[in-house]
Every structure is written in structure tokens, then in C-alpha cells.
């Protein structure tokens, strides 16, 4: 029989828990959902475009009554609980009394009224929910004067929604600084000012003593005796976490519902989450932190008991249309901190990063916040960002992100404006669908409207789409980010439990992580192959159905289905008999389009897949071996003519070339890896836009990483010059095989080093050198096994099936 | 290998041994008008659909198969075998054709003409 599952609450918090527990296990409970509102559940952040006219209650409703009746839930709302009763483990409401095995307290939060002679007078109000938002427009309709007490988050959000409804506003705030728990004097400053223009008014540092009025408010009165009229007063000076019923059940609270790490209750049976709950000594009063509470809550209930909650890295934007404000972490600088701060007055731009220990710390941007959730990213990884402190303020976009230049400015372009290039998203599809479809995620705008889901370079114009649109509701991709739909764990949690747990075989890894597919999918099944791969060289054999079509087949799959074939050559050099095999195979398989690569070897195009084998034969025979120009291994080693033959050149940079490709092909990589030698700093092999690039000098060898000319262009970072050779090769393998080890399953290595900051590897690589050694070795290690051409074994018969079809003839 | 047979209109046509499907994999059969997908699934299911998604007619045999579905190697739609429906908000179908496995063989009804 199912158990009973009752929840207090029917707002964001309470129902995405449910939400969240359905997609574990829809069978595990009788649901019935207690609401005080007479609604279904809506997006509680959406009230101030609401209040604004931005938005309908139909556009910001989450889940309408049906949907509560397609999952069997029972919703009874507008019906208030009276009293938990935890003997008989029943709450009551009036006639309905309703037993529970499970109860989850989500009551949310009450604004805080200020407890000031008049606070009772009618037109004295909070602004909480929809019933709020309907006085405060009914009022607009019939008064002129309103009173916002508080300039706060959301004491501006009020007030500009009334002022959009034509009254005249006046903010009064205790405080010399708006939002002055997000916001430092500066920024707070311009948005003040910016506020002003618009007409609102200010009374700073003004402290309210009392509200007159008969009956009906009439005048807030300041301590030093000024009045100013009021028809309608909106108390914004804070909210305080709902915890009456809590309280009177005699559950253990402090300012809110004390909650354990598994969002559970002193009493086992009720948990608690959302703006209700105290945690760790924190109560939350944003809607972020409520989508990690969901998880971790509706985990336990599914009685899995694996997830635990460990506090929220919160941010912050006003949704004030027009003005571009983001604030994340501790934003005043205390001492040992360092701060960056740009500042553009006629831009009207200002951007300050609090820094500490070289990590981010705290984040305040005014006018231009489109790298709020990259600064956002690097301060809850806390990624080193000595690496590219000078271009930090730039924001990303000046680390190499080319590829969209000034079409960045996401929220300033038109409907019309193209997004994704990839799939010819505009931004007008992708912001009606987060509207309509009710996307919160990267993942939901990916799979609804395609944008961001091929090669990924606007993924950061989406967030940046998602964020504007519906504001910190948006569920920034969590730190700690599932791989896919089939498992909880991040990339870093299945690479750890592989090596820790000694798991060598896929079946292993699924079952230890507690995996919900039992095949799972095209994306975490050929990632967690290179994984074991990685990790096990010689012991784990190869899943080829785990691999995409291209590494199981050696060839890139080509649109009309056919294969592309592209031999290797050792660093770019060729012999006129390589040339000669070359064209002898293009005619004996009618090769139709031949292409010589960026990356100096030789594309031939349009091979039907069953000729491959053959084809790879003749090759082989000729000396080739498969250049791995379709995986996500080692690509090319491109090199310039070097001094042997150019009168620049400083040293032998094509045989340095060669030797480094020796070294590395057949290696398997996260991601596809190039490489290139120059053999003076004119740098004609373009050595600084690869992932490992050498540029060579009279004195030795200049070696740099993380570079890229593809989706984003990145300059890499110059890591050491070394003197010798040998040292190149100990030196590119050593840091190929620490992003072997530890990239992600498709991170290259410019964002790879971009997360994990180049001061890590440089301590990995150079600062400790019996690890730079033991990577060699490794490296080397592995290469025993990975050396085998594949090409010469599939044209032995090798996986025969692959490319045999089978013909019915009619 | 490589079978040839002669085609009637409807009827059942023995294809392929089952162990000559690889499991989490797929042959493609070639008939005169068009190739037909043969899947196998983790769990020796066998399904049978046309070799062409239905988003821009990409192999579908080539794919990554999970479950009882399989994802285009072109732009990663998901397919239900069993259906031939695209999965998730993308729409779309292939055509599916019968299919049955007896004495570890696999035997396929293709339509007629």
C-alpha cells in the first residue's frame, strides 16, 4: 500500500520537492497538497512583473490545477492547516483532517510589518502573493501616493511596479544605501540615481514612527517629525520565515524551522523547505537555494538517502526592466581582501570583484551583468583565478570568447536576433519558450528549443536569456551538476568513484552510482567508456555500442551517411609514394571529393562504409595509420618548415613535430586534443591557439596550453620555457595525461583550464616534478595499449559486423 | 556476409543469426527501395525500423542504443523502437516493421513492393 504524503504549502518550494520525487518514483505515495491561495502553484519571483504589468497570473502560473489531477495529487486550495497534530500524525484544517506518513513543511515566509502605531490601518500591506499584487493595482486605480518602507530587493521591485501603474512612489529606507545588504555604496549609488530619473522618490536613512490615517492610511510620519502623504503602504522591510504551525506543534525552531542536512525536521517524520527553514544557522530568503532543498528532500522521501544539503551560494538580480544589476557573495571587501573595480560613468558601468586567496569572493555589477553567472561559477568552485586576473573585469568574453564578439550584449538584441548559429534559434523562440513551456533550466531550453545543444557556444547567451527571463529563479547549473538524466553524480564524483572503488567495468559503475537507466544514454554511456578507459589502460576492453558512430566506425559520419577518411601524417611531412597510395585508394573506391585539413594531412570524402575495411587495408599496407581525425583523441601535430629549410627558424620544429606525434597518437583524450610546433615566434603553425603548442626560440622551447581556434577562439597560456627536447615531450605528455585523468568527459582543454585555473596545473606540472614524471609515465603506460592501429585491425576483420550489411533482393 | 533472398510481398524472411547482431547494437538490411534497421536491445529484444530519422534522415542504425530506444547520430534524437516515435518535445516518426526472433534466428516481415 502507498504511503501518505501530505504537504503544507503549495509554492515553489513544497511543489518542486514533490515534482523532483515524482521523477524518482511516482509510486511511493498518496499526495495531497494543502494551499492557502485559492491557486495552483506559481512563480512567487514573477509577482513584481506582475505588479509591473509585465506578465499575467495565466503566464507566471507553474502548474495549473490539472496538472495536479494528471499526478493524482489532491489539492485542496485555499484551505488553511489549523494545527499539526504529531501524535496521531494527522494535520488539521477546519472539517478536513488528513492523516500522513510523511509530512513536508513548506510554508514559505510573511513579510515583516513594521510593529509602528497604524501598521493595522487598511492600506497597510506586504507584498507576498498574488492577492497582495491585486490590492496594490486596485489601489493604483483610485489613490495617487505610495509608500514603499524598505529599499530592498524587494521594496524596488514594488515600487517600480506601482510606479508603472501611475502612482507616485516614495521609498523610504533606514539606511544611507539601497539594497545595502547586495549592494556597496558605489553601485548603490547609480542605481539610485538611475531610480530618480525615473521618478521615484527617496527618503534615505528616514526612520518611520508611526502611520496616520482613519481608518484608511493617510501619512507615514518620520522620526524627525516629517510627514509625506500615503494612500496605499507597502511594508517591503524584510520577510521573516512562517513558522506558526511549526511552533505550535511543538517542532524545534529557532528564527525558522531548524532542518538537518537532509532537510528533515527534529521530528523524523516532517521535513521541512523553502524560506521556512533554518539551516545551518542560515535562513534563505531567495528562491535559488529551494531547487537544492527539492532534490536533497525528495531523495530522502524516495527513500534513496544518498543526496545532503549543504547550504546555498546565493546571487542576486533586480527585476526592475531596464536596469542590469547582479550581486553574489560578500561584497565589501575586509582586510587581506583585494578588489577590482571598473568603473564607466557615461556607459554607465560598474563592475567590482571582491578577491581573496585568488578566488572570487563576492561580485557587484551595475549596467553590464552578462558575465554575472560566469563570476558566479568561478566563485562557487572556487577556481584560482590568478591565471587571467588581468583580463577578469573584461569578463569572458575577452578570455576568448570571439566566436559572438558584441552580438553579446544578449539583453539588448531583438527577437529576431539568431542565438544558436547551429540550429537557427532566434531569441524570440527561445525567451516565448522558457515563458510558455516553463523552462528553468539549460537542459529544458536544450531539449525544447534546440538552442545551445550543438557545438554549445551561446550556451552562454541562453543562461544569460534564462536569467533575464525569469529572473533568480533560474536554476543556475548547480556546482555539483548530474552528467544526465540517468544519475545524480557530476563528472568528478564518477571519475573519483571509479578510481577509488576500483570500478572496471560499466555495469559496475552503474550499479555503485545507483544508475536509473539500465543501458544509460548517448551522453553519460560514452563518457563514462573514456573514463574506465582512461583509468584502467590494459585491463578495461573498450565498449565499441558505448562509443558514438564515429569512433566505432574510424570514420566521420558524413551527412548523406557515407565516411570520411583521413590517414595520418607524422607532422604534416608526406612522401611522393604516401601520395601516390593516397590517390590509388581515392580512385580504387571512388573517392568523390578529396580536401588537404587544417591540420596538414589529406580528407578524402564520400567512402561507403562497407569499402572502409578494404580501403584501410590498402592504406595500411602503404604505411599509414588511422589518423583519429573523428575521436576525441589525438588529432594533429601541425609544424612549420623549421630550420631546416626557413631562414627564420630556430630550431628543427617539423622533427620535434613528428617526435611529439609519435609520442601521442592513438592517445584517447576527453575531447579532441591538436597540437603544433613553430619553429620561431612568427608562429606560422599557429602553435598558441592549440591545446598544446610549442613555439620554439634560439634558447630552448616556449611551451603553451589551453588554446583554441574552434567555437571560441582562445590565446593559450604560456606555461614554461624548457631547454631540451626531451624535456617538450616529458612536458606535453605529463600535462596531456593530467587532462586525460581529470577533464571532463567533452571539455576541451581552454575551458578546462579556465575551470580549474592555470595556477593548478602549473603546480601540477612544474612545481612538483616527481608527479610531472609519474604523469609521464603514466602517459606512456597507457600508450602501450592505445598504439594499436585500428584501422589495420578492421581491415583484419576486426568488429566485421560494423561494417558488413546484409541485402534482401527483391 | 552477406545474404541474399529472394523477396515475396509480406512474408516472413529469416535475416540474420541474433548473436550477429551485436547486443546495444543494429545491422542494416538492404532491400531494393530502402535499408531497414535491425536492433538489439541489453535485453536480446529485436526491433526493426526504417533506416531514417525522421528529422533529417539521418542513420539511425549508427546510433547509440539504450533502453529500447536509439539516439540519431546526427543531431541526437531519440527514437523509440518500438514505436518508431521520436521521444521528448521533439515529434516526429519512422516507419517500423515486424519482427521476430525463433531458434536464436531473426525473421523480418517487410511490406510489399
Known amino acids: 500500500m502507498k504511503k501518505k504524503l501530505v504537504l503544507i504549502g503549495n509554492g515553489m518550494a513544497g511543489i518542486r520537492t514533490v515534482e523532483e520525487l515524482l521523477k524518482i518514483d511516482d509510486s511511493l505515495y498518496d499526495i495531497t497538497v494543502f494551499g492557502s491561495e485559492p491557486y495552483g502553484n506559481y512563480n512567487r519571483i514573477m509577482l513584481s512583473p506582475l505588479l509591473a504589468s509585465e506578465k499575467t497570473i495565466d503566464e507566471i502560473m507553474l502548474n495549473d490545477k490539472e496538472w495536479y489531477a494528471q499526478n493524482d495529487i489532491t489539492l485542496r486550495a485555499g484551505v488553511t492547516v489549523e494545527n499539526i497534530d504529531r501524535i496521531n500524525k494527522q494535520v488539521n484544517a477546519g472539517n478536513v483532517k488528513e492523516s500522513y506518513d510523511r509530512l513536508i513543511i513548506a510554508t514559505g515566509s510573511n513579510p515583516f510589518m513594521l510593529p509602528v502605531p497604524g501598521a493595522d490601518l487598511e492600506g497597510v500591506i506586504g507584498f507576498r502573493d498574488i492577492a497582495d499584487v491585486e490590492n496594490m493595482l486596485t489601489t493604483a486605480k483610485n489613490y495617487k501616493n505610495a509608500v514603499i518602507i524598505g529599499g530592498g530587493l524587494l521594496g524596488l521591485e514594488a515600487a517600480n511596479g506601482l510606479m508603472k501603474q501611475g502612482m507616485h512612489v516614495s521609498v523610504v529606507h533606514l539606511s544611507g544605501s539601497l539594497m545595502n545588504r547586495q549592494l556597496d555604496k558605489a553601485s548603490s549609488l547609480l542605481l539610485k540615481t538611475s531610480l530618480e530619473e525615473r521618478g521615484m522618490k527617496f527618503y534615505m536613512q528616514a526612520d518611520t514612527e508611526c502611520i496616520l490615517g482613519d481608518g484608511h492610511v493617510q501619512e507615514v510620519k518620520f522620526k524627525d517629525g516629517t510627514r509625506i502623504p500615503a494612500d496605499l503602504v507597502v511594508m517591503a522591510a524584510g520577510i521573516k520565515p512562517n513558522i506558526a504551525l511549526a511552533q505550535q506543534a511543538n517542532i524545534y525552531c529557532d528564527r525558522g524551522i ?6 528533515q525536521t527534529y521530528d523524523p517524520n516532517i521535513y521541512a523547505v523553502g524560506e521556512c527553514v533554518q539551516h545551518r544557522n542560515v535562513c534563505y530568503g531567495l528562491v535559488a537555494p529551494l531547487f537544492d532543498q527539492a532534490k536533497v528532500c525528495a531523495n530522502h522521501l524516495a527513500q534513496i538517502g544518498t543526496k545532503q544539503y549543504e547550504g546555498s551560494v546565493i546571487s542576486t538580480k533586480l527585476k ?28 554607465g558601468v560598474y563592475k567590482k570583484l571582491v578577491i581573496r586567496d585568488n578566488a572570487i569572493k563576492g561580485a557587484v555589477l551595475y549596467g553590464d551583468t552578462l558575465d554575472g553567472s560566469w563570476y558566479f561559477q568561478l566563485m562557487r568552485e572556487k577556481t584560482d583565478v590568478s591565471g587571467f586576473r588581468n583580463n577578469l573585469l573584461f569578463g569572458q568574453h575577452d578570455l576568448g570568447d570571439a566566436g559572438h564578439g558584441e552580438e553579446s550584449r544578449v539583453i539588448a538584441m531583438g527577437d529576431d536576433a539568431e542565438i544558436c548559429g547551429c ?386 533482393v527483391g | 556476409m552477406l545474404a541474399k533472398k529472394k523477396v515475396q510481398a509480406s512474408e516472413w524472411i529469416e535475416v540474420v543469426a541474433l548473436k550477429d547482431i551485436p547486443k546495444l547494437g543494429s545491422r542494416v538490411i538492404k532491400t531494393d527501395v530502402m535499408n531497414i534497421a535491425v536492433f538489439r536491445t541489453a535485453k536480446d529484444e529485436v526491433f526493426a525500423v526504417k533506416d531514417q530519422c525522421p528529422h533529417k534522415q539521418g542513420p539511425l542504425s549508427q546510433g547509440i542504443v539504450h533502453g529500447s530506444s536509439v539516439t540519431c547520430p546526427l543531431h541526437n534524437w531519440k527514437i523509440d523502437l518500438a514505436s518508431g516515435q521520436a521521444l521528448g518535445p521533439d515529434e516526429g516518426c519512422t516507419n517500423i516493421y515486424p519482427v521476430r526472433v525463433e531458434d536464436e534466428r531473426v525473421y523480418l516481415k517487410v511490406p510489399a513492393g
Open chain 1, 258 to 263: 531548524v532542518v538537518t542536512d537532509t532537510m
Open chain 1, 423 to 808: 540550429n537557427g534559434v532566434c531569441k524570440g523562440e527561445i525567451v516565448s519558450a522558457i515563458g510558455e513551456k516553463k523552462l528553468f533550466t539549460l537542459d529544458d531550453v536544450r531539449s525544447h528549443t534546440k538552442a545551445s545543444s550543438s557545438c554549445g557556444s551561446c550556451t552562454a547567451l541562453v543562461e544569460a536569456l534564462l536569467a533575464s527571463t525569469v529572473g533568480e529563479g533560474y536554476d543556475a547549473a548547480p556546482s555539483v551538476k548530474p552528467i544526465c538524466g540517468c544519475t545524480e553524480y557530476s563528472h568528478d564524483q564518477i571519475i573519483a568513484a571509479i578510481k577509488e572503488q576500483q570500478l572496471k567495468d560499466m555495469r559496475s559503475v552503474f550499479e555503485y552510482l545507483n544508475w536509473k537507466t539500465d543501458d544509460g544514454c548517448h551522453i553519460c554511456r560514452p563518457a563514462v567508456n573514456y573514463y574506465l578507459l582512461a583509468r584502467w589502460p590494459g585491463e578495461y576492453v573498450d565498449d565499441s555500442q558505448s562509443r558514438f558512430i564515429n569512433e566505432r566506425a574510424h570514420g566521420n559520419i558524413q551527412k548523406d551517411g557515407t565516411y570520411s577518411v583521413v590517414p595520418r601524417m607524422f607532422g604534416g611531412l608526406c612522401t611522393p609514394n604516401d601520395l601516390r597510395a593516397i590517390a590509388d585508394a581515392c580512385d580504387k573506391y571512388d573517392v568523390p571529393e578529396m580536401k588537404v585539413t587544417g591540420g596538414q594531412r589529406i580528407d578524402m570524402f564520400g567512402v561507403k562504409k562497407e569499402d572502409l575495411p578494404s580501403m584501410w587495408r590498402d592504406l595500411s599496407e602503404a604505411g599509414f595509420v588511422s589518423g583519429h581525425a573523428y575521436g576525441k583523441a589525438l588529432r594533429t601535430v601541425k609544424t612549420c618548415a623549421g630550420k631546416t629549410w626557413c631562414r627564420f627558424g630556430t630550431q628543427d620544429s617539423t622533427d620535434l613535430g613528428v617526435k611529439l606525434e609519435q609520442l601521442t597518437w592513438g592517445s584517447w583524450m576527453p575531447h579532441k586534443f591538436k597540437m603544433a610546433v613553430s619553429g620561431c615566434p612568427r608562429n606560422c603553425a599557429e602553435a598558441t591557439i592549440k591545446d598544446f603548442g610549442v613555439v620554439c626560440v634560439d634558447s630552448g622551447y616556449e611551451l603553451h596550453v589551453g588554446g583554441n581556434g574552434g567555437i571560441k577562439v582562445r590565446v593559450t597560456d604560456f606555461l614554461v620555457k624548457v631547454d631540451t627536447e626531451e624535456e617538450v615531450l616529458e612536458y606535453s605528455a605529463a600535462f596531456a595525461q593530467l587532462y586525460r585523468e581529470e577533464a571532463h568527459y567533452l571539455e576541451r582543454t581552454a575551458p578546462w583550464v579556465e575551470r580549474v585555473g592555470l595556477a593548478y596545473i602549473k603546480q601540477q606540472i612544474l612545481e612538483d616534478e616527481q608527479n610531472r614524471k609519474a604523469l609521464y609515465e603514466r602517459f606512456k603506460y597507457s600508450q602501450q595499449f592505445a598504439q594499436i592501429d585500428p584501422w589495420k585491425q578492421r581491415a583484419e576483420g576486426k568488429q566485421r559486423h560494423e561494417f558488413t550489411p546484409l541485402e534482401l
Open chain 1, 320 to 347: 526592475v526592466t531596464g536596469i542590469d544589476l547582479f550581486s553574489a557573495g560578500q561584497f565589501d571587501e575586509k582586510e587581506g581582501d583585494e578588489t577590482l573595480i571598473l568603473q564607466d560613468p557615461s556607459q
